[in-house]
Nanobody
Framework: QVQLLESGGGLVQAGRSLRLSCAAS????????MGWYRQAPGKQRELVAIITSGGTTTVANSVKGRFTISRDNAKNTVYLQMNSLKAEDTAVYYC?????????????????WGQGTQVTVSA
């Protein structure tokens, strides 16, 4: 079982920056993708950004140019640098990771979610 631990959320004024981190732990063979989703009150969960093990990124249009996703494969950690934050970025941000757990001869797919971290941007 792979666990994800998020950190870095909080309350910030509009225009400022925050950096989220998410570290994966457990018996990990490989992590193919890591990413961030968010869910605002009364809205569905939406993709913010994802990054593959090879470094290919997908970023939502709503945050493109303001948010940057990166990862440290050696540490099984993904980061989300959020700049020029807006009130509409307020949401619970969830980390997601998918790949294989176990060993080379005995591995299985996993798709794990973190517990979520609150980001609140005041106008």
């Amino acid at each position: 079982q792979v666990q994800l631990l998020e950190s870095g959320g909080g309350l910030v004024q509009a225009g400022r920056s925050l950096r989220l981190s998410c570290a994966a732990s457990g018996i990990i063979f490989s992590i193919e993708k890591m990413g961030w989703y968010r869910q605002a009150p009364g809205k569905q969960r939406e993709l913010v950004a994802i990054i593959t093990s090879g470094g290919t990124t997908t970023v939502a249009n709503s945050v493109k140019g303001r948010f940057t996703i990166s990862r440290d494969n050696a540490k099984n950690t993904v980061y989300l640098q959020m700049n020029s934050l807006k009130a509409e970025d307020t949401a619970v941000y969830y980390c997601n990771a998918g790949g294989y757990s176990g060993s080379y001869f005995n591995r299985s797919l996993f798709d794990s979610w973190g517990q979520g971290t609150q980001v609140t941007v005041s106008a």
